[in-house]
């Protein structure tokens, strides 16, 4: 018998546990440099907003030069916004870190995220302003509804998550038949398919009934539903001056750049999940870590539900008109 095999269980979990160690840490320092984080990336949105406004105002008059400049402006202003915080990041990494998902699939949630809240943001802004004509404040006041919602979608998804981390902690702790005659077997090496009658990684079929359609429908809903602030006043300056289909490439510019970001982030997420389940099955915990993972998703479900009814009730409307960063 191996050393590894022959250690405690809790000490051949080491894996997980060292992720949760490093996400409590992680979280820590988060909490306690939040106010500097939060204070330097609106200087930063700032200050890229003002070169945004500026470029835009000369589009008109240097449509080339002018206009290559503007995008390379937003689509860093979506980078950095991406980077701040905000609601989406806790959706895709509280959810790409409690479920097994395939590396096409993280792309294509945190892509259809950010491109759906760009996307929302020109939809309401020519909606209200440009069809509708009505005023900003109307237009404000529709965003904020827009907002809310997206926060419902954070608590439905907690709560569409939780009913399935219950669904599969009962099938791991529900009373078996028991077996009056049991086979010896010798010693063998667990791979994919050796057929032993113990799960490793997630199939495919788990993969997929983790992440159905209706569950990265719930993700991309929670996460893009909220328009972006930013994209909101460049179209309304854009609106104002009179190059509004500049600013309607400004917003979408912005969406790539977030989108970006969150695919960087989410790929760190997943592949760091894969690693730790992957030594963990190495150790011969397989049994363990199929309670530990529903009991994660668990944790994680609460997290969002806490978050959405938190972001629900200190959600207050723009009537000003001024910008919101976050």
Known sequence: MSLINSAPRTVRLWPLWLLAMALVIAGAAVWLHWPQLLLQSVLWQKDLHQHMTQHLQQVA??????????????????????????????VITTFLATHPTKLKTSLKLTL??????GSVAIVLVTLMLVILQTSSRQLHLSSFWLERGSYLFVTGLGVWIGCRALSALWQNVRPRPAMSIYAVRPTHRH????????AHLPDAQ????AV???TQLLVVLSMGLRPCSGAIMMLLFAKVIGVYAWGVVSAAAMAVGTALTISAMGLVVQHSRALAQRLANAGRVTKSVHLIMPLLALTGSLLLIITGIILWQSAQPVISGGLRAF
């Open 112 to 117: 259809l995220a950010s491109l759906l809240q």
């Open 212 to 214: 159905n359609w209706k």
């Open 61 to 90: 008059a240097q449509p080339h030069q002018a206009g290559l400049t503007l995008l390379l402006f937003s689509l860093l202003y979506g980078v950095l916004h991406a980077l701040g915080p905000g609601h989406g990041k806790v």
């Open 206 to 209: 788990q993969v997929a009934d």
């Open 191 to 198: 791979h994919e398919n050796c057929a032993c009658g113990h």
